[in-house]
């Protein structure tokens, strides 16, 4: 609501909440705003063009599928559904409405992220030979969604954004200390058809908060730690001697160079993403995280979980769907 407001290009008309406390204090804040308490009140009563639905994963397939039906773009909150029946099903609405939908994947609006994506491309780092990302902390333990699905969207739609590809097969282990039958840990090994690989740890058991990102690349090394105030991007000018380079039976040989960190100019991803949904409203433009890039992480989401109640084997996942 705060970002959305701040626009000058979009009008805040409306807002739902279920909860009597939450009404009052939104009409206290924004005393212009129209509060209600349903959400079949605020697609009736209101001149709309656009909803964001910023509400409980288990909520997002019932209020987004209203909202489309609508005839309205929507923005939901990540993960988009809790199942990839649901998200299909959306996609599919959307389609047919011909409306705007998109989904929060908030790290592919970061100043970082985009920077690490086009340096990729710019080809310094090398081919990508994997991936390695963690978030952990202390808490918010959640009953009605796992650690997995809480935290990885995250880092499973940055690691198919950065690579711009999607898993063929997947593998993870994970274990619920807390509470039966929910993970509050997981390992989770993603493989790609190119033969890269990207390994996510997901955690809210731990006693460190972190949000870090490695990429090792054929040339250098990156690290992204988004934890950090400012120097958030570290490039090591480090590897291994290719084969071509060395000696006749000569080992492979480490090299070590300096390690820069570049400046960046750091925005709101949220402001970025809220401005790039009405950007594409206005233009009828395809989002850059739109309801197929939700319905991509929500498969392997859906397959992490199957891999980790059936001890890790791998699951494949299919491209083509």
């Excluded at 009828?284 to 939700?294: A, M, Q, V």
Aim: hydrophobic letters at 40%; aromatic letters at 8%.
């Amino acid at each position: 609501m705060r970002n959305v407001d701040q626009l000058e290009d979009a009008e805040l008309v409306a807002v739902a909440d279920a909860s009597p406390d939450n009404v009052a204090r939104l009409e206290e804040r924004y005393p212009d705003v129209a509060a209600v308490s349903d959400v079949s009140s605020l697609l009736t009563e209101h001149a709309l063009d656009a909803v964001v639905v910023a509400t409980s994963v288990p909520t997002h397939y019932e209020i987004a599928r209203q909202v489309i039906d609508a005839g309205l773009h929507c923005f939901v909150e990540k993960p988009l559904t809790l199942t990839s029946a649901d998200a299909e099903d959306l996609v599919k609405r959307a389609d047919e409405k011909d409306v705007v939908l998109m989904v929060g994947h908030l790290m592919e609006y970061h100043t970082a992220v985009n920077w690490i994506r086009d340096y990729i491309r710019s080809g310094d780092l090398g081919d990508v030979l994997y991936l390695h990302a963690q978030r952990l902390n202390l808490g918010k333990v959640r009953k009605d969604e796992n650690a997995f699905w809480s935290l990885a969207p995250h880092d499973v739609s940055v690691a198919l954004y950065l690579l711009d590809e999607t898993p063929d097969y997947v593998s993870a282990a994970g274990a619920d200390y807390l509470q039966d039958g929910v993970n509050d840990v997981v390992f989770a090994n993603l493989h790609f058809p190119s033969g890269r690989t990207a390994n996510i740890h997901v955690s809210w058991l731990d006693p460190h908060k972190v949000r870090r990102f490695t990429i090792v690349g054929s040339k250098k090394m990156l690290v992204f730690d988004d934890m950090q105030a400012t120097e958030k991007i570290w490039i090591y000018d480090k590897g291994v001697v290719p084969k071509e380079a060395l000696g006749y039976g000569e080992d492979l040989r480490l090299r070590f160079g300096d390690i820069t960190v570049p400046f960046l100019k750091m925005e709101e991803p949220l402001a970025l993403e809220v401005q790039h949904f009405l950007d594409c409203c206005d233009a009828g433009t395809t989002p850059r995280s739109d309801g197929r890039d939700g319905l991509r992480v929500v498969r392997t989401l859906e397959a992490v979980d199957e891999s980790v109640a059936g001890g890790g084997r791998p699951v494949e996942l299919d491209l083509e769907a």
